[in-house]
């Protein structure tokens, strides 16, 4: 446990931060599955769509602090090879 005030306070933050850190990981994942689940459909317009929307999500992500920035830039290049792969 905290003895001290600077302590004290950085729990705080951290679980004020922990939480908002936690909603922006799902919202995310939210995108990316949507992602998926439109190219596994197989219709390109769809896919094509939901790309369009995971791609500043996750960059986003990446610029937050959520995601290292190698990560975000490997999803979004796999889901943009499995997008063009469908054509």
Known sequence: ???HQSAKKRIRRNARSAVSN????????TFVKKA?????SGDKQAAEAAFKTAQPE???GAQKG????NTAARKISRLSARVKQMS
């Open 1 to 3: 446990m905290a003895h």
């Open 66 to 69: 959520i995601l290292h920035r």
């Open 58 to 60: 996750l960059q986003r």
């Open 22 to 29: 936690r909603s922006r990981v799902s919202r995310v994942r």
């Open 36 to 40: 998926e689940t439109a190219i596994a």
